[in-house]
């Protein structure tokens, strides 16, 4: 789908996962006309398919959010310390970090203390690992719905993802990038809030538009669901 909800110019993207979602985001954000720069932890050598595929340029973690406006960081949670440090020296001024990343301490994370014992959000925990504000987005979004969902603005199907940052410029910047790719967006306020979209709660994997959104962050509660417990 090619359509643009609105003109917006070309931004420098830097997207770290190229799994299922940023796999994904690569495929839209360069079909929008982005230029986008995708890394997985393997090497650039291992995303030639995905390169000539898109049109996005294969580069290693490092590089990644080189002149980036936009630095999406899609990987396993776990894998989050991993991410080398200087992660995003040369990105543009203001840039702003997407965190798609979910905790799934039984099937994949195993358990991770701080957001276990002291209780800090998946986002916040990850925000502090990376050394950088994020703004949670895509978190609870079926990644083939990235490819198969988007509509026009005004249309009446269209979804809506929840967006949560205490940086309102960033959290600006990533909800126009989301309602350009074709959905719309509530604003779920800050990163401390952010549990109200987490694994487990009622907008998680959400397929509805803003008002079903708006009822469903609302009606999350704070605890855990044993599933989602370490
Ligand atoms: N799948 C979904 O529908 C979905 C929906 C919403 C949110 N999420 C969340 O979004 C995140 C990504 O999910 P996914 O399903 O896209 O994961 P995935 O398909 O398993 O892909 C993970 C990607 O991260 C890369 N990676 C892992 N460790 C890395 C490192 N240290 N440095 C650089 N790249 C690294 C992997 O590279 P290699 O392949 O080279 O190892 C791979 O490209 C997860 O936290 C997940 O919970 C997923």
């Not at 050598?45 to 080189?66: F, I, S, W």
């Not at 960081?73 to 310390?81: A, D, E, R, Y």
């Not at 997407?98 to 203390?113: F, L, S």
């Not at 940086?167 to 989301?178: F, G, M, N, T």
Request: proline share 7%.
């Amino acid at each position: 789908m090619r359509f643009r909800t609105h003109w917006s110019a070309p931004m420098k993207i830097g997207i770290i996962g190229a799994g299922n979602i940023g796999g994904n985001l690569t495929r839209r954000l360069t079909a929008l006309g982005h230029q986008v720069s995708v890394a997985n932890s393997r090497g650039p050598q291992t995303l030639t398919a995905l390169a000539q595929e898109t049109g996005a340029t294969p580069v290693t973690v490092a590089e990644a959010a080189r002149g980036a406006e936009v630095v999406v960081v899609t990987v396993p949670l776990k894998n989050v310390p991993d991410l080398p440090s200087g992660l995003f020296d040369g990105a543009a001024d203001g840039f702003a970090v997407i965190d798609t990343c979910n905790y799934y301490p039984q099937r994949r994370d195993g358990r991770i203390a701080g957001i276990e014992d002291e209780g800090l959000t998946e986002s916040r925990w990850t925000e502090g690992r990376l050394g950088h504000p994020v703004v949670k987005a895509f978190n609870g979004t079926f990644a083939e719905d990235i490819l198969s969902k988007p509509l026009p603005a005004g249309s009446p199907d269209r979804m809506a993802l929840p967006v949560a940052a205490d940086d309102e410029a960033a959290k600006k910047v990533v909800r126009a990038l989301i309602d350009e790719l074709g959905f719309d967006t509530v604003d779920a306020g800050g990163l401390d809030d952010s549990w109200r979209q987490q694994p487990g709660t009622p907008v998680y994997g959400l397929r509805a538009g803003v008002d079903a959104v708006v009822k469903a962050l609302a009606e999350a509660s704070p605890e855990r669901t044993a599933e989602f417990r370490g």
